[in-house]
């Protein structure tokens, strides 16, 4: 044995094995060492030198060595001692004492400048032809097979990392408001590679590069590197949960289900393209977006009864499995959105999720940077948008690297469809938390950005969607409200002089809101409007006088607001909610997919005008009209949360409630104008606004979800005889009723006061304090 190792030539331990510091244990007759046939690895051994190097003295002699310049090129390291080199190389070259290294570096040098110069002339590559394929054309899309597994590859994460670098070159701090990104900035840098002189025309891959950081850095922690990264997608793919791998519903359902949700529920929920978000595509992005499509379309197929239930416990699932995974992309936050409109009821009022689903929309899409604005850094750079800060934008390139498709060009057409789904994602998430907060009287959380601020003429694009001329609207609308209020409230605050004319304060306020309201429909009115007319869609109706209701409680409910002010806008209140209710009942066969958020809306009118008309004078027809209105609302909307069988809606439990206190209210009013010509509004409010546990005993099970047994005509007239059908009438009939002198209000009324509305305990009511007012 001890012959044998005799025997065996010296050589030299291998690079892997020097690198592990382990010994190189490998047999004369084999090309590898043990350890390299174990890691499968190339094995180079270097040619091995006995004794000591040429140059290298025992220790403690002297070594003379020359004295080094100042700031020589030993002292530089990284890029700096790379463009050191190129300098002198250049200099060498320009006085002829160039030598072989110089004309390398230089011709290293100048390919690099011309692969980049090709890089960007490109117009498109194999990639971006094939992701362009998913288009014939603008009109007729196609999204096969083949073109989803082209859009679903995403990207290695050093792709976004190189590309976020490249467009960083300039080193502006275009993050600094945020913390995190300058973190993922400054690890970036620190992964760059170091000898530039190194470069060659044929770039290595990203596994390539990650291999030659490691060989280069031994001593930095691959698990520090990997947190102090960028954002990163995270899908919520896979066999395990796909809804059509389960077996939970078949290709060909899914294909329906998809067409019935663009086709009949698209205009109450906004936000998704039809062209883009195909079962295919959407099957390979998020589970959890494709089970909340497909869950919604069945809730509203009068045969899928079995299959919704199945699906929509399998939504649930993976909502809770989207927080625990920490799943990040923008589908997953439309994910969110779709399942708000129509959420089951929970036992209380405020047990569903919808708060808790918008706020996680508005997390994830903030930490995928979908509130920036999409310009490419050059156009900043040249400083074309000078009021734009660099924290407010986002490259295209970036964006779409971001969102795993890299290699697609943002230029082409493919490419400004998906940068135009990030911007639509966060339109549609502001109108709906705007609306979310102002039906349910909650504070504003997503704020109003770049985005939202130039979104006015968004939806004048070749590319824009049907329903994004509706979706604009709205967001101009909540936008601009907020200026609305403070000129209502500025109004108020400055009528506390005593020789302030409080008749003369009203009609300032009456036209600023009239001026406010007048102005959106002059401008998206011939837009979005239907008929000769050009009226609006009911559920946009809705929305939009509800806004102008929720501004009218305001100026009454206001501390500051002058006693004629708050008895002015009684009547323009009143009339508010009443056009609210009238359009549900004019507008019912196209709000059979009601969102829960609008059905609060409409109830807090129905009790808005129901508390008002308890200060009608006892001889005044109002009252009861109110009534009988509020009565055909609460028919509506019972039919149109059962409008299947397993529809269980949230419209039937607020249906039913509001004929409830209705009922209450028309008992408490008869018995009250017998003992008095005047009635009492205390007494009024505490016969007609009563709460779920003082009329528990008399109300129906709020779990109930059976087929209402709603009366008909006759019998709904025969109720209230003499009143006036307000349903049917225009906005000047109702303006003329309501200003009739016998429907004067009584002299007690001295403003509604929330402390009147918040006697309804099963709804929190808007608080217009914490609104502005």
């Not at 050093?158 to 070159?169: A, G, K, Q």
């Not at 379309?297 to 625990?324: D, M």
């Not at 940068?419 to 997503?446: D, Q």
Request: net charge neutral; proline share 7%.
């Amino acid at each position: 044995m001890e012959d044998s190792q005799s025997l065996r030539p010296k050589q030299a331990a291998c690079l892997v094995c020097r690198r592990s510091k382990i010994k190189c244990d490998y047999s004369p007759h084999e090309n590898k060492c043990k350890r390299c046939i174990q890691l499968d690895s190339e094995c180079i051994r270097p040619t091995f030198h006995a004794g000591r190097q040429k140059g290298i003295k025992k220790y403690g002699d002297p070594i003379p060595r020359p004295p080094l310049p100042p700031y020589s090129l030993c002292t530089r390291k990284g890029l700096d001692k790379a463009l050191y080199q190129i300098e002198q190389a250049i200099k060498r070259a320009r006085t002829g004492e160039q030598n072989s290294e110089d004309d390398k570096a230089i011709g290293n040098l100048q390919a690099l400048l011309e692969g980049s110069r090709a890089a960007r002339s490109t117009p498109a590559s194999s990639h971006l032809r094939r992701g362009s394929s998913h288009f014939n054309s603008p009109d007729q899309p196609d999204l096969s097979s083949d073109d989803d597994d082209e859009l679903n590859n995403t990207p290695d994460s050093n792709t976004y990392m190189s590309l976020h670098h490249h467009n960083e070159e300039n080193l502006a701090i275009d993050d600094a408001e945020n913390p995190l990104q300058l973190l993922a900035r400054a690890s970036n840098l620190q992964l760059s590679p170091k000898p530039i002189s190194g470069f060659s025309p044929k770039l290595p891959g990203p596994g390539a590069g990650r291999k030659k950081q490691h060989a280069e850095q031994p001593d930095e922690d691959p698990e520090m590197q990997s947190f102090f990264t960028a954002v990163r997608l995270n899908f919520d793919v896979g066999d395990d949960i796909d809804p059509i791998t389960m077996g939970l519903v078949t290709e060909e359902e899914a294909e329906s289900l998809f067409a019935f949700f663009h086709g009949k529920l698209a205009h109450t929920r906004w936000g998704l393209d039809p062209k883009i978000y195909t079962p295919s595509f959407t099957r390979s992005r998020s589970a959890f977006l494709c089970t909340s499509i497909m869950a919604a379309s069945a809730l509203f197929l009068p045969s899928a009864g079995a299959l919704s239930k199945r699906l929509s416990y399998h939504c649930k699932t993976l909502a809770h499995r989207v927080i625990a995974k920490r799943h990040k992309s923008v589908e997953i936050v439309l994910a969110f959105m779709v399942n708000v409109p129509w959420m089951f009821p929970g036992q209380h009022s405020t047990d569903d999720e919808t708060c808790w689903y918008v706020n996680m929309a508005a997390t994830i899409a903030i930490d995928l940077s979908l509130h920036k604005v999409l310009i490419p850094m050059e156009v900043i750079g040249s400083g074309s948008h000078t009021a734009l800060a660099r924290g407010d934008c986002l490259d295209p390139r970036t964006a779409l690297a971001m969102d795993g498709f890299g290699h697609i060009e943002h230029t082409s057409y493919l490419g400004q469809r998906l940068l135009r789904r990030r911007e639509r994602c966060w339109i549609a998430l502001f109108v709906l938390e705007r609306g979310m907060s102002l039906a349910r009287g909650r504070p504003y959380t997503v704020p109003v950005t770049r985005v939202i601020k130039d979104c006015d003429q968004w939806h004048r694009s070749s590319i824009a969607d049907p329903m994004d001329g509706h979706l604009t609207s709205m967001a101009v609308l909540r936008r601009d409200l907020d200026s609305l209020l403070n000129t209502v409230r500025a109004l108020c605050d400055g009528s506390q002089g005593i020789s302030t004319d409080g008749g003369l304060i009203a009609q300032s306020i009456e036209s600023a809101i009239e001026r406010f309201f007048d102005s959106w429909l002059t401008e998206w009115g011939f837009s979005i409007g239907t008929g000769p007319q050009r009226r609006l869609p009911p559920y946009v109706e809705i929305l939009v006088t509800h806004t102008r209701l929720s501004t009218y409680g305001g100026v009454i409910n206001h501390p500051t607001a002058p006693m004629e002010v708050r008895q002015f806008f009684r009547t323009a209140g009143l009339s508010s909610a009443v056009t609210v209710m009238r359009a549900v009942i004019q507008g019912e066969s196209q709000l059979l997919s009601i969102p829960n958020n609008t059905t609060i809306m409409v109830s807090f009118a129905a009790c808005f005008a129901l508390t008002l008309s308890a200060y009608a004078t006892g001889s005044s027809m109002l009252a009861p009209s109110i009534r009988n209105l509020i009565e055909e609302t609460a028919d509506v909307l019972e039919r149109v949360g059962s409008a299947t069988k397993h529809r269980n809606g949230l419209s039937t439990l607020y249906g039913k409630y509001l004929r409830h206190i209705v009922k209450k209210a028309a008992t408490a009013g008869d018995g009250q104008s017998q003992a008095n010509t005047h009635p009492d509004p205390t007494v009024h409010r505490g016969g007609q606004l009563g709460t779920p546990s003082s009329t528990a005993a008399v109300s129906p099970p709020i779990n109930s979800m059976g087929p209402p047994a709603s009366q008909p005509p006759s019998m709904e007239a025969q109720m209230w005889p003499g009143t006036l059908q307000l349903s049917s009438m225009s906005d000047d009939q109702i303006a003329e009723v309501l200003n009739q002198p016998g429907n004067e209000f009584d002299p007690t009324f001295a403003g509604l006061s929330w402390d009147d509305m918040n006697q309804f305990d099963w709804l929190s009511w808007p608080n217009l304090t914490d609104l502005g007012f």
